[in-house]
């Protein structure tokens, strides 16, 4: 919303400066974006007057000009190539030094063709107040040669933009923002006594309402003819208030609607009622029906937008914008002025489906007073006929303009419950008061009377809003919390400390922590096991955003191929967060994953003068999944490695990792080539994912006590052996064999060499695993390791195939 | 006597030319050997008269003894020898450079990093946090949380919506993270104090904009709290996170359609360079909004209005991470370029703590 400091005064007696009345307007709510004082760039421009013009000796479309600037030293020498140049006439002079607005060119004494010349005559163009630029602006022979000409124009006029908040229709006028000033202590608000107008015959056009069933479309349409008017460009004063907030003057009739929604937040609209055929009615579009509209462009129409139509159909979009067809032009003599009441959520319904952002449908669609339905029309018809002449019909009136006033209950207390402000009830009553609340009832409970222009009031809280804004926030005392007694407690959930731990963890293992889009591409989705058609964005902002993800890995797999195409070509990235399997809330899971590619290991990346690093593959996923897992507190060697995993993984270079056949914690592996190809990558890529919801919940206990220590006093012994088996049979099944060899005496299991080649055959492999036996009891002997080391041997060819390598 | 003498004058010449230890056991050998000559000489004491014994014992007792600290010396000194070479040859060039460690390369991100500090923060003042899903209904999103049908207030969200299900409800990524205000009263009654992180939504996206970002909500709902205590937490908690002494706040009523009264907070502070002092200079950076919650947001939450009343605050956790730690560009956040990420991100061990300061 904007508006100048003298369009203000029209409203307000006032003495503050603009920086005063800037500051108390966003002290009360009403934020101030800027406030800029055209005049500022116009200071070094004066009045000046060509003495003399005489044909410049080298140049036929240059003339010579003597110019008095008001300087006692006598007129200046310009060089001039304006046509309209001429002696006699009244100009606008810029001295040397000064920045000319349009171009930010500093003008300088030049010699143009032989001639000096010691400033320039300017056009408007040049000033940055118009497109003109035909000529030197020329100014009233009365106008005084050496006076400030932005003072004479009365440019000197701060300009405010402030942003006004959808819940405050009435401070789009204004006057409206007059009245908070004034409610603020800033003045007093100049009242605009209107009589009623009488109409000099009855209308000859007539309202109709046919709305059916939703009356509320349009709870009042107030017409009347004005015959007899001439139209033609408005008066200065009117087209400087419009173009001083940036509109364009049109014809008196448009100047004088626009004009008055902005002076008075009441939108108006006017028909030529020369093209109007009969009377007027206001009714749902027909589907497909078609209007012409003022801005030039044709908009098709649904059954749930109201118009206005004649006998000829549809002629304007009620609230939002009017038609060519009956628009008004400097032809225009019998005008039809229009003040109506639109549904707010039905005009911003239409507005947006029809994509028309006008000052009419940004006020319906937020609220306009309908106490001042009827006013507005007799103010509009007032100055029509000041500007235009012609003579006002009666007034018609379809529906009910006029709206109960709501009351509120309104304890005092609330002030104190709410804000904390402690205030005699007089100064709460004198700005309710102020601000038109009416306040009914003595002591501690009144009744308050909401104004029809405040449709954001309706509750007491709103109420103590008010109080607050015109006391301002700083008045209020602040008022430690009570802090919780004692020291503070944990507030975190497991869930909340296992993403805390994850992200910690997997840093502290040389992962990088990215935080990637929440949303990704179709096909990425549907390559890792989303795309479902509920979790596509029906509105999304690029391409490359259409979907919520299924897993982390496209978006850490993307931040990969991101990061090698800068020529970082390896790397280890994690993240920690949110994936959607479904819409409901708990289809929303957490999940914690990561990637490395290219030859980032945990042990460091990149060629290196003791060892260069070898290229990542599933066992660095599987190492960084399990410290992972160990992390966050799962038993490691309670998990299961099931080979294999899902589709985007290299299906023999992948693991699931299961507690149970059913509960699957994660996966590790490396990227399938065809993943990889799809994702415009290069591998290897080792990657794992863990869904946090899935690892099971720490067991209660009553104390934190460990388990006691139990360490044995006997020596452990080792032994190794070495299995031939089949290639595809699990190093895991041959450990799993040896520890059951005898599970009291087997204190662990370690596999040490895995190996194959022509010694061992083809399709064979050798693995050799160290064997701990640790005694509770007394030294083994000889044969004790002989009775154990047989049983480790056949059990694990047993449960294997394997042979024993000797 | 002269014998002795010439016996030790060889062997101590031989001690002395010794180049390694086992040359000079060859000579203890030759010397104190079973057929050392210094051996020999003793086993001549056996068939000397006492008398001639009286002399002769303690000469060649004492060319023993005299032997034997020779040879020590010299093993000590070739011993010495012997270790200085080893250390010599066994030097390395320790100027070559060595791998980082894991815990060197790995990265926290500031987003990750501030909301540990603001979890720091606000555990300490009693909160706890809480969470909801992303994707919500337009009842939690909007309703809930007084947004009238239609109106204008809503479109200011700029709402990523997804396609109408089966039923005809629209679901929609949620635009605040103050859905979770509504969820929490639903499962919880009063007292209530929780600050709620997370992801948020909205179709913009240019320097300060992007379509996805982290608000943190904040709400408090009491028998007795009102503007005082929530101006007291604001700032408390202004200090504490940016880690400054005082800072200056500036109240401006506004409007949000779940507070009323609703406010914006903008924060003194001084622009240098790429950096925002607190607390002092003459610019006033908008840096959250806040307000008392709406009588019929609590209603919507199932609490009496009349009986509890309660504070809320939002702000970007992503803003107010680049006003402390002073990263430009918002977009950055979220590309994950690793030369960003060391450069912004924070040490695995970094954890912040009130005891030790949030950023150490």
Known sequence: MKFTLSWLKEHLHTEASAEEIARSLTRIGLEVESVEDPAKALAPFRIASVVSAQQHPNADRLRVCMVDVGDASGPVQVVCGAPNARAGIKAVFAAPGSVIPNTGDVLKTGTIRGVESRGMLVSERELGLSDEHTGIIELPDDAPVGTSFAAYRKLADPLFDVSVTPNRPDCLGVSGIARDLAAAGLGTVIGHALPPGHGAFPAPVTVTLDLGDAPGLCPAFALRLIRGVKNGPSPEWLQQRLRSIGLRPINALVDVTNFLTFDRNRPLHVFDASKVAGNLTVRKAKGGEEILALDGRTYRLDETMVVIADQNGVESIGGIMGGEATGCTEATTDVLVESALWDALNIAQTGRKLGINSDARFRFERGVDPEFCVPGLELATRMIVDLCGGEASEMVVAGTPHDERRTVSFPLAEVKRLAGLDLPANEVTGILGKLGFGVHGFGENLIVSIPTWRPDVGGKADLVEEVVRMVGVDAVPVRPMRKPEGVSRPVLTLGQRRVRTARRALAARGLVEAVTWSFISKDRAELFGGGQPELALANPISADMTDMRPSLLPGLAAAAQRNAARGFSDGALFEVGQIYRGVRPDDQYTAAAGVRYGTAGVGGSGRNWQSSARAVDVFDAKADLLALLDALGVATDKVQIVPGGPAWFHPGRAGTVQLGPKTVLGWFGEFHPSTLEKLDMTGPVAAFAVILEALPAPKAKATKTKPPLDLPDLQAVRRDFAFVVDRGVEAAKIVRAAEGADRKLIAGVQVFDVFEGPAIGEGRKSVAIEVTLQPSERTLTEADIEAVSAKIVADTVKATGATLRS | ?360
């Open chain 2, 1 to 360: 006597m002269s014998d002795i003498d010439t016996i030790e004058r060889t062997i101590l010449a031989a001690v002395g030319s010794a180049g390694d230890e086992a040359a000079l056991e060859t000579v203890r050998v030759s010397a104190l050997g079973k057929k050392g000559s210094v051996s020999e000489l003793l086993k001549t004491l056996g068939t000397m008269t006492p008398a001639e014994r009286q002399t002769a014992g303690p000469a060649i007792n004492g060319l023993k003894d005299r032997v034997n600290e020779a040879l020590a010396a010299r093993k000590a000194i070739l011993r010495d020898e012997a270790l200085t070479k080893r250390l010599a040859a066994e030097a390395v060039d320790v100027t070559l450079p060595v791998r980082r460690a894991p815990l060197e390369t790995g990265r926290i991100h500031p987003v990750s990093q501030v909301i540990d500090e603001i979890t720091a923060i606000c555990s300490d003042l009693g909160f706890a946090i809480a969470e909801g899903p992303d994707i919500e209904t337009d009842f939690y999103n909007f309703t809930a949380l007084n947004f009238p049908v239609g109106h204008p207030a809503r479109e200011m969200h700029d709402t990523f919506f997804f396609r109408p299900n089966a039923e005809g409800e629209r679901l929609l990524l949620r635009t605040h993270t103050s859905p979770v205000q509504i969820r929490t009263m639903e499962k919880q009654k009063p007292p209530i104090r929780v600050v709620i992180p997370g992801r948020t939504y909205r179709q913009d996206s240019d320097q300060t904009h992007t379509p996805m970002f982290h608000q943190l909500e904040g709400l408090v709902i009491e028998e007795d709290t009102n503007i005082g205590h929530l101006k007291w937490v604001l700032q408390e908690f202004c200090k504490a996170f940016f880690e400054v002494d005082r800072v200056e706040m500036r109240f401006r009523p506004s409007f949000f359609p779940f507070t009323e009264p609703s406010m914006e907070v903008d924060i003194r502070c001084r622009r240098v360079g790429n950096e925002v002092r607190f607390g002092e200079g003459d610019d006033w950076l908008e840096i959250l909004g806040c307000g008392m919650v709406h009588p019929n947001v609590l209603r919507h939450g199932g609490i009496d209005p009349d009986r509890y009343q309660g504070f809320a605050w939002g702000m970007g956790i992503d803003r107010i991470a680049m006003l402390k730690y002073g990263m430009p560009d918002l977009r950055a956040f979220f590309d994950a370029d690793v030369r960003w990420l060391r450069h912004y991100g924070f040490r695995p061990l970094d954890l912040p703590t009130l005891a030790g300061g949030l950023s150490g």
